[in-house]
């Protein structure tokens, strides 16, 4: 899903080319993509944008008279420029936001159709959207501590609560805690001063570091290489590669559709963190710590 640096980059290539622009017309190639019936999404045609914004892993476009166009993207949702009045070609094509000088195609990978538009009227109703999580590129170390200790969660799941925090997921949170040297197992209440002062700096470097690579890569093109795994990444998408740090090879905790990546030297003691399922089916037998995991691998 996109997080926070691609949104940030997407809103960036998008400043120059519909900012102040007319949008001409909307075209729906899917209308399980429009999640809202009033204002109906017609009413958008012909109003200039005002404002782009960014609401938590949402993209929300100002038009004219206060009306919002709100795009949320989900796991597979991605955008494209492409020349004005472009065909939507393909069963992913599902819908052009057509403008004079080009159009915004959305497509979205995969049979699942998850992500949504939505029209609102109003700043009120474009609130309803807002998962409230703050922002930590503006907020201070106080306010992100507070935020976070909420409720005594592990630091993975409070990084990527959206009510806590807005616009980071599954593979900023892993470079993140990587750059804290903290475990993302670790629980927000047993952090100490220390600690949080890392956390709060990993935090806003490893996204301020991300936000300039992906706008410097960009450069005056558009994103049409948004995905959450990089070579460049510390942990994320590395199983089993080295970590940068330490060399040491880079472990997961797979749950769900996700998994965390984390560095068992430098971020847990050398501890393995538990799989859920292989830890599971094997039980006792489960390597509890690197060199468990060496014999294993001997045998």
Not at 55 to 77: N, Q, S, Y
Not at 96 to 120: I, Q
Not at 153 to 180: C, F, M, Q
Not at 211 to 227: C, N, Q, Y
Request: overall charge positive.
């Amino acid at each position: 899903m996109p997080e926070l640096p691609d949104i940030s980059a997407y809103l960036s290539a998008l400043e120059s080319r519909v900012l102040g622009q007319p949008l001409v017309a909307v075209r729906l190639a899917s209308a399980f993509l429009l999640r809202t019936a009033e204002p109906p999404l017609s009413s958008a045609e012909g109003r200039t944008v005002r404002e782009l914004r960014r609401i938590g892993k949402r993209i929300a476009v100002g038009l004219d008279e206060d009306l919002w166009l709100v795009l949320h993207l989900m796991i597979a949702g991605r955008l494209h420029w492409r020349p004005a009045g472009a065909r939507l070609a393909g069963r992913n094509a599902l819908a052009a936001f057509d403008f004079p000088s080009g159009s915004l195609v959305l497509t979205e990978a995969g049979s699942k159709r998850r992500a949504s538009l939505h029209v609102f009227q109003g700043e009120a109703a474009l609130a309803s959207v807002d998962p409230g999580g703050i922002d930590v590129m503006t907020c201070d170390l106080a306010a992100f501590r507070a935020a976070l200790t909420a409720e005594n969660r592990t630091l993975k799941r409070a990084l990527t609560d959206p009510r806590l925090v807005s616009g980071i997921g599954n593979a900023y949170s892993d470079e993140i805690l990587h750059a804290a040297l903290l475990s993302p197992v670790t629980l927000t209440h047993r952090l100490n001063d220390a600690e949080w002062q890392r956390l709060f700096d990993a935090t806003r470097a490893t996204l301020r570091r991300w936000i300039d690579r992906l706008r410097l890569e960009t450069g005056s093109g558009f994103p049409e290489k948004v995905t959450a795994f990089r070579p460049e990444m510390a942990v994320h998408g590395r199983f089993n590669q080295p970590c940068p740090r330490c060399g040491e090879r880079i472990q997961r905790i797979r749950y769900a559709d996700n998994e965390t990546d984390y560095c068992p030297r430098c971020q847990t003691g050398g501890k393995l963190l538990a799989d859920r399922a292989l830890s599971r089916l094997l039980g006792k037998d489960w390597p509890r710590t690197l060199d468990e995991l060496e014999l294993m691998k001997r045998r």
